[in-house]
């Protein structure tokens, strides 16, 4: 069983910057898809920033492409989301997932489809003002 733990977030202005950081526990050295998924007040759930902890293509909303940057720890288990240039559509709630561990060989093709990862974090609010 995988566990995520989410913390940054918050208040920011448009322009500004944050990060957001996802610690994972409950897995042995395995390759996954980990990353970021956002959710706005009647919007669906969308795919931000998603990459592979060890081999495959990452994948980045093109509503952030050159905003934001996903990147990880394999040290801490960590994955993080720089979030610059920040805009007012950028606010929401921002999760963390995880799909299933699979064996260090695989190469993973990161996908934006939120029925594709089991395992989620609890969430944490962004809100960008004008």
């Known amino acids: 069983q995988v566990q995520l733990v989410e913390s940054g977030g918050g208040s920011v202005e448009a322009g500004g910057s944050l990060r957001l950081s996802c610690t994972a526990s409950g897995y042995t050295y395995e390759n996954m898809c980990m990353g970021w998924f956002r959710q706005a007040p009647g919007k669906e759930r969308e795919g931000v920033a998603l990459?592979?902890?060890?081999?495959?293509?990452?994948y980045y909303a093109d509503s952030v492409k050159g905003r934001f940057t996903i990147s990880r720890d394999n040290a801490k288990n960590t994955v993080y989301l720089q979030m610059n240039s920040l805009k007012p559509e950028d606010t929401a709630m921002y999760y963390c997932?995880?799909?299933?561990?699979?064996?260090?060989?695989?190469?993973?093709?990161?996908?934006?489809?939120?029925?594709?990862?089991?395992?989620w974090g609890q969430g944490t609010q962004i809100t960008v003002s004008s």
């Open positions: 997932a995880a799909d299933r561990p699979r064996p260090a060989k695989y190469y993973l093709d990161c996908g934006a489809a939120p029925a594709a990862y089991n395992y």
């Open positions: 990459l592979p902890t060890k081999r495959g293509t990452t």
